[in-house]
Structures are given as structure tokens and as C-alpha cells.
């Protein structure tokens, strides 16, 4: 099959496009993940980029009879020296990837170069391109790799995604013979007993605006990684629209007191796990590793789901859990166009020199 690029460059046409063609989109694709999707573009663009005087980008994706078959939210994002061509709203998220449907990817490579084609035509209005985390899963590190170099992309570096294939059969049992020693398993329980002989524990799902406020309250008072006003305000607003259609906030209680939160994104029979918040004074009780063990065992019980995302980091406890990764690429892009882009290849050659 046949594709073709349509770019769009105007804010209020992107979102008009995203919504007709997400209309269009089941909530099951794989690929659709949280930052590709409409009300992340649409919140991220008039709470975040519109002020900054940054520049909405769409590359949609048709197939040769014209229907849409995928997108590519970009951004030309305003910095002090020109515009850095990113994914839209990536500082606050994991990935940068385009959505393709599940129907086309089997022509990932075709329709990646296409894509970067019509980058290529855009080089004018772009000093750098920077993207910190793009693969499919599923398809080989190798190719992507060698697609991107082919159209002058460099890989700054590999970041690992592990994930958590849940068993069809066996449970939680199963997951922690095979995950974790015999003494682990064994310090597992006894801190998920040890909580539970302290004070009872419930999990109560986030269903309500009552039950955001209570989330938002709890996360802005325990987050601990300085996050932006900016930031906890695009995830909480983005939390608020999709709490219905995708999104999750898991709070563990001890008693009425809540001492630990999770927040994931569901897509296509798999749970991408976003982040995890913890209260401080109840630290020494590991409440965040006792969260997780029973999240895991409720999305078992659940059924429907097959996978647990990590998402990029290599934080231990993924690792821990985890039962298989893949890598992600970090990529830059600089070209002749404009003496600023030389200015930052130069800048960064000398930054990761340093590094060294």
C-alpha cells in the first residue's frame, strides 16, 4: 500500500484534524499512546507552547485512498537561538513517537521515511530536532537506527523500557517465582504483611472530580523531583478529561490517611505506569513497593490486560519486575541550514566531550 504525508501548520486546524480523525480511532490501538493522543496535543499546545510563542506542527499519515492511518504531533518549540524541533509536550512525558495504526505498522520503515522527508523540507524553519526516546516496540533497535542516520539523524544514546508481560495463568505467584529468589520473595511479604498489621490497607481507584482533588492535593504535597507548576498542572488537567477513557489513579490508604499514589494510561490491553508518589513519613514501610505488588495482582485479577509499560528509566524496582526490555534512541538532528544549527552541533559536541 501506498502512503502519503499531509502537513499541517496551523494550531487551530491541528486540533480540528485531531479530533475528527481520533473520532475515527478505537481506544484499543497499541500504539496510541497517551502524548500522541488529542487532548494531550490540545492541552499541552494552549496551556504550555501557544504562550511560549512556540509552533504546532501535524504530519498526518494517509494511506491511497486518502483515509488517515496515523499522526505525528510535533513542535517547532521557541528557544533563545531559533526553534528546536521536538515532540509536542516531551519534557513532561515519555516518548515521542507517532501513532501509526495497528493495520500499517507492518510498513513502519515506508512511512518513517516518508516522515522524515518531509522534515527534511522544513529544515528552514529549525535549528536543531531533538527527540529523547523513539522506537516501536516490537521492531528492531538496528533498523530504526540505520533509517534515521540515513536521513542525517545522530543516536546520542540507548535508554532501556522494561515491561511486565502479565501470565495468562498462574497470577501473581507465578510472576514472583520467576521475578524474584526465594529471600526476596520472602522480604516482598513480609512488607506488604507488615503494612497490612500496622494499619488496614485499601486501594480505592479515582473515579470522581472529589477523588482528583484528593490525588492532585496528595501528589503536589509529596512529588519529590521539583516538578513545574506548568507540569503538575498539564498532568492533572490531562488526568481530569481522560479519567473515563484511559487514564488510572490508583490510591493505596492506610486507615483514611493515603500513603501512596499510581497514575498509568491504559491503550490496547496494556498499562503504560506513568509515575508513583509516596508520603514521606510513611517511608520506612516501603509503601510504594507494597502499592505496586498489589496493582499488579488487581490488574491480574482484572483480566483483558497483557502488559505492565515501565516506560523509559532503568529505575531498580522496573528492573526488578520487569521480565523483558527493549531500548529506546535519543536523537539530534543538525543541518547546514541555519549558522545557529552549527552553533549547537558545535555546543553539544563539546558538552558530551566533557561528559566523557
Known sequence: ??????????????????????????????????????????????????????????????????????????????????????????????????????????????????????????QYLWSYGYLPALHLPGQEIQQTEELFCQHAWQVSRHRLNYVLDLPADGGMERILQERFSASSRKSLRYEVNRLQRICPLRLLSVVDTEGLRTAESFFRNHYQYGAQEAKVALWFAYLQETLHTGSRISLLLAGDEVINMIIAFARGGEIDFFSTVFHQEWGRYSPGKVHLYHFIAGLIAEGGIHRLNFLTGEEPYKAKWANHAYATIRLYHYHAATPLAWCYRLANRWKNKKQR
Not at 35 to 64: F, H, M, T, Y
Not at 109 to 115: K, P, V
Open 1 to 122: 500500500m501506498a502512503y502519503r504525508i499531509e502537513r499541517v501548520d496551523a494550531g487551530e486546524r491541528v486540533a480540528q484534524l485531531l479530533a475528527e480523525t481520533s473520532a475515527l480511532v478505537s481506544a484499543e490501538e497499541p500504539f496510541l499512546y497517551y502524548n500522541n493522543s488529542l487532548p494531550w496535543v490540545r492541552l499541552c499546545w494552549q496551556q504550555l507552547e501557544a504562550k511560549r510563542g512556540s509552533r504546532l506542527l501535524l504530519l498526518l499519515i494517509r494511506n491511497d485512498l486518502g483515509a488517515v492511518v496515523g499522526w505525528w504531533p510535533l513542535l517547532l518549540s521557541r528557544r533563545k537561538l531559533g526553534y528546536r524541533l521536538q515532540g509536542i509536550g516531551q519534557e513532561y512525558s515519555d516518548y515521542t513517537l507517532p501513532f501509526l495504526r495497528r493495520s500499517c505498522i507492518g510498513d513502519w520503515q515506508e512511512i518513517f521515511s516518508l516522515l522524515l522527508q518531509e522534515l527534511q523540507k522544513l
